[in-house]
């Protein structure tokens, strides 16, 4: 009976700590779009997925972060390398950028819901040749995949928030 008391206690201390974690998600189609189209939000990753290799749970608070004047990314990479960074401190997807190109594009899926197509261009970033597709449903979940010259690609599952 103790036992079956813990985990219930436990069971509901997650339940609220994630309900908590998650205030500022996105759920509403048109407060999306408007996100979107301000260009000024936060991707929370949750998983990631080498292009080989197994999917793994995120723990830590790994993001994106999207604004008019810059992106902040501080992204674990898992993956293959083709070639070792200068720095070896570089070698996660962790890095400010202050000039990059942001293209964003609604469309309407088979199921006739709506998502957001968004790409990435970092151009200051060492000449890593990175570019980073972004696709936002409407629930406010997104997915993210990062393509480079000098690295295999790697996508990553989670959520858009606002910034606050």
Not at 9 to 35: E, G, P, V, Y
Not at 134 to 146: K, M, R, V
Request: glycine share 6%; proline share 4%; aromatic share 10%.
């Amino acid at each position: 009976m103790k036992t079956l008391k813990v985990l219930l206690a436990a069971f509901l201390a997650f339940t609220l700590s994630a309900s908590f974690a998650q205030d500022n998600t996105i759920s509403n189609s048109n407060n999306i779009k408007a996100t979107v189209n301000s260009g000024n939000f936060v991707f929370r990753a949750q998983s990631v997925s080498p292009e080989t290799g197994i999917v793994r749970q995120l723990t830590s608070p790994f993001v994106l972060s999207v604004s008019n004047i810059d992106i902040v990314s501080d992204l674990p990479y898992y993956g293959r390398a083709y070639s070792a960074p200068v720095d070896p401190t570089q070698g996660n997807l962790q890095f400010t950028s202050k000039n990059f190109q942001y293209d964003a594009k609604q469309y309407t899926r088979r199921n006739h819901k709506t998502a957001w197509h968004i790409t990435i261009k970092p151009k200051d970033t060492a000449g890593d040749g990175l570019t980073m597709f972004l696709t936002i449903y409407e629930d406010g979940t997104a997915s993210l995949d990062i393509s480079s010259e000098t690295r295999q690609s790697v996508s990553f599952s989670g959520y858009i928030e606002t910034k606050g």
